[in-house]
């Protein structure tokens, strides 16, 4: 089945102990981004990917890390998480980078105390 | 700038009423994908629709109607006969062509009472 998929789902952490939620998509697709939703503000994207070894900043980047060495992975990496990284995350990959619609994944709760 | 406004925070319905969720966006682009996304209590987005501005005409799905008009910069959301199920929050999303930016409104929660 095609998918993007996300692990953990739900996290609870504390101020400052590195994290990493991984992301994985089995659909060969080369982009991949990572967004943050949060209460009255929608989505918002922290990072993309237009493919291996290629990432750039999105709106809110300031606290996290990427990377991309294989094309199925896109892991997000909270090197000193704090409480206003408390947020819903989204993986979404779309097989190109231009006009292609993005799929998204089941998401993950991290509350950072 | 893109910017997308869901000017609705809630609304309430009760079930089999009409409920249209409204859409507005800017951008200084030609052309862009609009979309709406579905998102249940469970949390997972759904992908509604996406429509490209090239494209003005109405879309029907079921129960769901899409009304596109680029002179007013709207993509408003119809759904017919609401249902329980419909409950959800639903976003509208504005996307860029050369590099998939993709921009959302803040969302429109919607409840349907039984």
């Known amino acids: 089945e095609a998918q993007v998929t996300q692990n953990p789902r739900y996290l609870i952490t504390v101020t400052g102990k590195k994290l990493t939620v991984t992301c994985s998509q089995n659909m060969n697709h080369e982009y991949m981004s990572w967004y943050r939703q949060d209460p009255g503000l929608g989505l918002r994207q922290i990072y993309y990917?237009?493919?291996?070894?290629?990432?750039d900043k999105g709106d809110v980047p300031e606290g996290y890390k990427v990377s991309r060495k294989e094309k199925r992975n896109f892991p997000l990496i909270l090197e000193s998480p704090s409480p206003n990284q408390t947020s819903l995350y989204f993986c979404?990959?779309?097989?190109?980078?231009?006009?292609?619609?993005?799929?998204f994944g089941p998401g993950t709760r991290l509350l950072v105390l | 700038a893109q910017k997308v406004t869901q000017a609705q925070t809630e609304i309430s319905v009760v079930e089999k009423e009409d409920v249209t969720l409204d859409c507005v966006y800017e951008?200084?682009?030609?052309?862009?994908?609009l979309f709406w996304y579905k998102q249940p209590p469970s949390g997972e987005l759904v992908f509604l629709i996406r429509?490209?501005?090239?494209?003005?005409q109405n879309e029907i799905s079921g129960r769901y109607s899409w009304n596109f008009q680029k002179s007013t910069s709207s993509f408003n959301f119809t759904i017919t006969a609401s249902q329980v199920v419909d409950s959800a929050v639903y976003f509208c999303a504005l996307q860029r062509l050369n590099n998939n930016d993709m921009r959302f409104g803040a969302g429109t929660r919607l409840t349907v009472k039984p």
């Open positions: 429509r490209n501005s090239f494209d003005e």
């Open positions: 979404a990959s779309s097989p190109r980078a231009r006009q292609e619609t993005q799929y």
């Open positions: 951008t200084r682009d030609t052309t862009y994908y």
């Open positions: 990917s237009m493919n291996v070894e290629v990432t």
